[in-house]
Each structure stands twice: as C-alpha cells, then as structure tokens.
C-alpha cells in the first residue's frame, strides 16, 4: 500500500515538473530599458514570420532595422555566427536586447538554436529624447543648440545623409563628429518625427553647441585660479601646448553603446 501511495506521489511530481518546462519556456521576455522608459515586447519567435507588411516601415535597401531580444545572450561565436545567417548586432540595450539589421531574406527556422525571443520594430516615442519632447518648440528655435541624429547599421554615410535631408532636416558641420552621430536643424516637430521615422535611427536628442566652461566652480573650489594670479605663480599658459590622450572610448562599452 504505501508502495503504491510512493508511486503516485511521484507519478503526481512528474506531471507537475513537466507543465512547469513549457510553462517557464513561455515567459515573456523583460522589458528593454531605453532612455525614454522601459518597452515591453512581446514573445513572438517560433509562432511568427517575418512579414513584409509586419514589418515594412522599417525595411530599407533589402535589410530590416529592428530590436532582437534573447533569452541569453550571445556569446562572439554565435555574434559571428547570426552575422553569417544576416542578422547583424549594434548597440546593446538592456535587458538582453540589440540594435539589428536583419537581411530580408533571413532564415528565420535557424534561428532558434540562438534563443531568441522576439523580433519587433523599435518604438518611435523612444527614440525622442523627453527633454526634447517636453522643450520641443524652445529646443528648435535656440540657435545654440541642434539635433543630434543617432544612427545605427552597415549602410554608407551617403545614405544616411541622402534619407535626413529628404526628410527635411539641415545637416550642420561640426568639428567634433562622433562615430554614427549626425547633427542637424529641424525646423518643426513634422521633420523630427519623420527624422525618428527612418527605419535606422535609434534617438534623437538637442545638443547645445556653445562654448561654456565646464570647470568655473571646480577651479574656484579648488584654488587653481591661483596658478594664474600675479601675485600667485602667474602661469598664463601662453606658448604652452597641452595634449589629453585617451585610448579607450565609452562608446564601445556593452553597457553605454546607444545610451550616451
């Protein structure tokens, strides 16, 4: 008797564990952290195919501009290995999500080997920074500040040129030009939210291009205008020349690229 009790105690368990696979198998993923808030996506890799109706407002020159959520990340093995099947990884995005540029004609029956959770477009009230979003018509008319244009994928600076302009923005040269980083003038939110449109651009956010001091306040509270006084050590720095190397760029970071 207890024998048999002993058997359907664990015949009960065995039930009880294997509705918990499928159960855990299909958690939705977390949500992916932008700097506008957090977006919730959806499972849908495994019952979905990608569409060209799901997915035509960010298809450009045969490839798809999207975010690709994993279970578990990959590792640079699998990285190159989902770059030869024409998924191609850029900036990271918590949790556990890329930047994409997935080629038309993926293979999308291989890719469950890769544990990835869902495929979607990247939503475009994220990528507006909300201080632009909140200051729109102040940010546009100061003339001390343009847009900053955050890109992403392997198209040429051609294109990407040739797709803001036509959405009306001005591009403006600037000495300083961070890698996929575009600054431009828009003149109404009507262009901002085209420019946010285009299928390969991640934010949009207004950037002051007037020189300011960054450390009045350090220097006074640290006494260094004393190196500059008459009656202190009266270094002027005329004639001086002052370099500041630095090879490492926070750009590149797993946990800042996309996000600075």
């Known amino acids: 008797m207890k024998t048999r009790f002993l058997h359907i105690r664990l015949l009960f368990y065995s039930f009880f564990l294997l509705g918990l696979f ?7 993923p977390g949500g992916v952290h932008f700097k506008g808030g957090i977006y919730r996506t959806q499972r849908n890799f495994g019952l979905m195919r990608i569409q060209p ?8 020159k045969q490839r798809y501009y999207v975010l690709v959520q994993f279970d578990q990340l990959p590792d640079s093995i699998r990285k190159t290995e989902l770059a030869g099947l024409g998924i191609r990884l850029f900036d990271y995005l918590p949790d556990r999500a890329y930047l994409a540029e997935v080629r038309d004609s993926i293979p999308v029956a291989q890719l469950g080997r890769y544990a990835v959770s869902s495929i979607s477009q990247l939503p475009s009230d994220y990528k507006i920074a909300r201080r632009l979003q909140e200051h729109l018509e102040e940010d ?9 244009v955050s890109w992403f994928g392997s198209q040429s600076i051609d294109d990407i040129r040739q797709e803001i302009t036509a959405a009306g923005a001005i591009i403006v040269p600037e000495k300083i030009q961070p890698p996929h980083i575009l600054f431009v003038r828009a003149s109404n939110a009507a262009t901002l939210n085209r420019l946010a449109a285009l299928p390969f651009v991640s934010y949009l956010a207004s950037q002051s291009i007037k020189p300011r001091p960054l450390n009045f306040n350090n220097r006074a509270a640290h006494g260094a205008d004393a190196l500059g006084a008459i009656s202190g050590r009266n270094l002027q720095g005329d004639g001086i020349v002052v370099g500041v190397g630095d090879n490492s760029s926070p750009y590149t970071h797993v946990d800042f690229t996309g996000r600075l």
């Open 22 to 28: 499928p159960l855990k198998a299909q958690q939705q």
């Open 53 to 60: 109706d799901s997915l035509r407002k960010v298809l450009y």
């Open 140 to 148: 546009l008319r100061d003339q001390d500040k343009v847009i900053a």
